[in-house]
């Protein structure tokens, strides 16, 4: 089964709305950012094969809502109209931040959190006023308006209401367990083994889900931990949190015993009601002073730029309760100072280029001052060193269209003769071949490399000997976060930030193909710890010069799915993959079918 569309290219036309950028992904689909007539919109993609009842569920859901602090709905259809493989929901655009972000990147005060929470659970008393459940309520499902701070509820995906079909046939229903009350854990411990039990969640499901939210928001961490999953359930049913005034002293008393109730262990001793946890806020509220003005984490400053040393960080640890997490804006890094008479440093951000970049400049230059003629074409010597192969074979969206490669065979205009191994295919680049077996990664040969050299020589030998404009020089793609969920589910896999692994666009002999900016997928080359061979890796190519690669969305060959954040790596372990000669359009590329992915934080 395919995933939901990984990217949409910018300007893409659906139903009349024109998308501009992604803003979103998860597992059933994603949300961009669209316009029409000059609004914007929250446009939401759902995979129909994937989502099934969820569509309908969330649409009705949608259209029961209607209040301030909801995301309203806009409308929705089928896409393609014809031939429909994808439901679209449109949706009110909040300009803002998720709540998580919103609370690192301000610090905000107790006064500003608890006003925030206000409008979450103004938000889930009118959605429980009209007999609905949220029941994913999280910091990733709240949205903090950018312009005046208020907060919305989205994403009523796995939501509920009386008369609605179960969307699972599990004894829990769909939920983030993170975030799951204790009557959940504890009905799930009582009936796993009762053929066709089913939990029923209610309004008190949601108040626990919001106790978890508050407390990080106050101290910084989750309210209850453990090794592992069954240690987690134990302390969410047995364990009593540390109150939030006690981890962190500028949590106001007052609001630490709101958050106390909302995690009592049973729905008749918490919060009854959203509405009481309305009047709770706005009770705390009115005998506030100005210490609820204060933010509730200590700020990254200058003192704390540098790494702590590991004993301090120990000691930390150790002693968790006494020390107050850190948010805000990070100080930037201290530049070193610059010696007297030496040019300072440039301050603005300039592209990485690998050592063999620069070796092959250097080469150029070198070969150019000495007449060596690097344009014949001629080939290389028979002990020619090839380069070693870095990226080597050791160990939540698809997309709506695929990146293709022109029909027809087509003619190589490379100023160096291309060995045959090297000749272009005309062919689907998201293509994989069933079964395909594993396939080690060899070193390109070295004519390949002379490409490389040549097209590098030629530049320097117009621009250095000639006086001849230089190349139209486009900068690598701004950054961009990754998709939500997707470092977790790299890790849960074993995949961890800045691990790296073996990848083709095609599996056949090592050549050269025809790719185009917008959505493409690669195949990963033997398993990746707990990632398959042939696994689908899916996003989107950016031409520029380079060809960047951002993949967002996994496929395993048994039809699993989920986000994942790797950039696409040439061979030689550098980011984006080089052009090869022959195609100089500004929106497609010749590069060579060999790759690597790195898995990373964000996309730089």
């Known amino acids: 089964m395919r995933p939901p569309p990984a990217i949409l290219a910018p300007g893409a036309e659906v139903l009349g709305y024109t998308v501009e950028r992604q803003l ?68 009110e655009y909040v300009d803002g931040r998720r709540l998580d972000l919103w609370a690192d990147e301000e610090n905000p005060s ?46 009523f995906g796995i939501g509920d209401y009386t008369g609605a079909r179960d969307l699972t046939v599990d004894i829990l229903p769909p939920a983030t367990p993170e975030f799951r009350a204790p009557e959940a854990w504890r009905y799930f411990r009582q009936y796993a083994r009762v053929l066709g039990a089913r939990y029923e969640a209610g309004a008190a499901d949601d108040l626990w889900a919001l106790g978890v939210v508050l407390y990080w928001l106050l101290t910084g961490r989750r309210p209850f931990d453990g090794e ?23 949590v106001p008393h007052a609001l630490s015993d709101v958050c106390l109730r909302l995690l009592e262990k049973t729905p008749e001793t918490r919060t009854p009601s959203a509405l009481a946890v309305v009047a709770a806020l706005e009770e705390v509220l009115r005998g506030a002073d100005a210490a609820w003005d204060v933010p509730l984490c200590d700020a990254f400053g200058e003192d704390t730029a540098t790494t702590e040393s590991a004993l301090d960080s120990v000691e930390k640890w150790m002693n968790r309760p006494r020390h107050r997490p850190r948010r805000g804006m990070r100080a930037p890094p201290e530049a070193p100072p610059t010696p007297a008479g030496a040019t300072p ?10 050592l063999r970049a620069w070796a092959v400049v250097v080469t150029a230059l070198v070969l150019i001052t000495t007449g060596a003629l690097l344009l014949r074409g001629a080939a290389g010597p028979s002990g020619a060193v090839t380069l070693r192969q870095e990226v080597a074979p050791t160990d939540k969206s698809t997309q709506s269209d695929r990146a293709v490669a022109p029909n027809g065979t087509e003619a190589i205009t490379a100023a160096v003769a291309l060995p045959a191994t090297l000749q272009e295919v005309a062919a689907t680049v998201t293509t994989q071949l069933p079964e395909a077996p594993y396939l080690p990664l060899s070193s390109k040969p070295a004519k390949k490399v002379r490409s490389v050299m040549t097209r590098t020589a030629g530049m320097v030998t117009c621009t250095a000997l000639l006086g001849c404009p230089g190349p139209q020089v486009r900068p690598p793609p701004p950054p961009e976060p ?23 666009f095609v599996f056949s002999s090592p050549q050269i193909i025809r790719v185009h900016e917008g959505p493409a997928q690669v195949i990963l080359v033997g398993p990746w710890n707990d990632l398959p061979s042939n696994t689908e890796l899916s996003g989107r190519l950016i031409v520029r010069d380079r060809v960047y690669g951002r993949l967002t969305w996994a496929t395993t060959p048994k039809g699993d799915s989920f986000p994942v954040c790797l950039d696409l790596l040439s061979e030689e372990g550098d980011r984006g993959m080089a052009r090869e000669p022959g195609d100089d359009s500004p929106t497609s590329a010749r590069i060579y079918t060999t790759a690597g992915v790195k898995a990373v934080r964000e996309f730089e």
């Open 345 to 354: 440093p440039e301050t603005t951000a300039k592209p990485r280029h690998s």
């Open 228 to 250: 592992d999953d069954a240690d987690f359930i134990e302390a969410v049913l047995t364990r009593t949190p540390v109150p939030p005034h006690e981890v962190n002293e500028r």
């Open 24 to 91: 979103g992904q998860g597992g059933f689909g994603t949300v961009y950012l669209a316009s029409n007539a000059g609004q914007p919109f929250a446009l939401k993609l759902l995979y129909l094969p994937r989502a099934g009842e969820r569509v309908e569920r969330e649409v009705s859901i949608l259209l029961k809502l209607h209040h301030p602090h909801v995301v309203s709905l806009q409308g929705y259809g089928l896409w393609p109209p014809r031939e429909p493989r994808f439901a679209i929901i449109v949706m």
């Open 110 to 155: 107790a006064r500003r959190v608890t006003r925030v929470l206000l409008d979450v659970a103004r938000a889930l008393a009118a959605t429980h006023a009209e007999g609905v459940l949220h029941r994913d309520v999280k910091e990733a499902n709240i949205m903090v308006r950018a312009s005046d701070g208020p907060a919305k509820l989205l994403d």
């Open 482 to 504: 990754c998709p939500v969920g997707a470092v977790k589910a790299m890790k849960e896999r074993g995949v961890r930030t800045g691990d790296s692994h073996g990848a083709v």
